[in-house]
């Protein structure tokens, strides 16, 4: 990328470094501090607290470990995962943190073992309270050219918060924005196409893809464990291949999903929670057990039929199948 000078800033459809943000911030708005911080702020963001929550199992009276058996099951057409990253700019007076985030999305589609980018998304935009911050230093971050997000319109508290909290307030509405352009693509896929489409994390932040029949969330994180103690020691004792009962995950704000464990891999030499994910599927009310078991038997085969090859050398690899590791790959390599 050719580098431009503070006094032409790139166009808005360019992707830009911190350097030049900081360089554009230092023409328009002379009082601001410049951070020396190199590293994201995903790295420094304080992780979700672990969390016990309770299920309802719909497939046996009590959490079990079932075997979904041989069959031969279709590959995944396509994956979609998506990314952010979040740069602390500089400071405004007042210590207002200013924060660039850029986010991006894409579905990637395989076919005769070659993918090809079916849509992606991205979008970089700058995020500051504005009540926070006298007009002028407002007017002269909305001279830079990107789109400015006033995150203060949902939180007025942070009209004179502590600057960290500021950050966090940015940060958090970032990875809303990401989790905003991973939805629209797959709302893209399920209006367009009937095949399944692998996403990477869980379906129950959008009404449409909680309903629809083709996405399938599969989860690597395990800050929320479900189930009782003895329905966890089933899910910490499951072996490579086999799954949970099937239980749905449902909460006053969102539509019920239906999901389960599975275990990708062989656990021996590591922690319970190595090798296993959790899967989202929609919810179908009032199926039987027997519709219920097979669709979950069906789709554990599928997702176990994406085990080779294998991601490495992502150090996640043994809850990440190849067709993600291939997005993330793309993600990086967006200009």
């Known amino acids: 990328m050719i580098q431009a000078p503070a006094s032409a800033p790139p166009a808005p459809a360019e992707r830009w470094r911190l350097d030049q943000l900081q360089r554009a911030l230092a ?38 470990a ?31 943190p200013i924060v660039s985030g850029t986010v991006a999305a894409v579905v990637r589609e395989w076919r005769d073992g070659h993918a090809r980018t079916w849509r992606h998304a991205r979008q970089q935009r700058l995020y500051a309270p504005r009540a926070a911050m006298p007009p002028s230093a407002w007017g002269a971050i909305e001279a830079l050219r990107l789109p400015v997000v006033d995150t203060s319109a ?54 449409v893809l909680a309903r629809a029949s083709q996405p399938v969330g599969v989860i ?18 499951l072996r490579a291949g086999e799954r949970s009962s099937v239980f749905v995950v449902a909460s006053p704000s969102r539509v019920p999903v239906a999901s389960w464990y599975l275990r990708l891999r062989d656990p021996a030499g590591h922690d319970p929670l190595w090798g296993l994910v959790r899967v989202e599927v929609r919810h179908e009310a009032g199926a039987s057990r027997a519709a219920i078991m097979r669709r979950a038997d069906a789709v554990s085969r599928r997702i176990l039929g994406e085990r080779m090859p294998t991601a490495h050398p992502d150090a996640r690899w043994d809850t990440m199948v190849y067709g993600i590791r291939d997005c993330e790959a793309f993600l990086k390599a967006m200009p």
Not at 43 to 60: G, I, K, Q
Not at 189 to 203: F, I, K, M, Q
């Open 154 to 207: 949902d939180d007025p508290s942070l009209t004179d918060a502590h600057p960290a909290a500021m950050r966090d307030a940015a940060l958090e509405r970032i990875q809303r924005d990401r989790e905003q352009e991973e939805q629209q693509v797959a709302h893209a896929w399920c209006s367009e196409r009937d095949e399944a489409l692998y996403v990477d994390g869980g379906l129950r932040g959008s009404v």
């Open 220 to 237: 690597k994180s395990h800050r929320t464990l479900y189930g009782d103690r003895a329905a966890r020691r089933v899910v910490f004792e």
């Open 27 to 64: 023409g328009v708005l002379p009082d601001a501090s410049l951070t020396t911080q190199g590293a994201p702020l995903e790295l420094s963001a304080p992780s979700d607290p672990p969390v016990l929550a309770a299920a309802e199992v719909v497939e046996d009276g009590v959490l079990r």
């Open 66 to 96: 079932h075997a979904p058996g041989a069959g031969d099951e279709p590959p995944f057409v396509a994956f979609l995962d998506g990314t952010q990253r979040s740069d602390l700019v500089g400071h405004a007076p007042d210590g207002v």
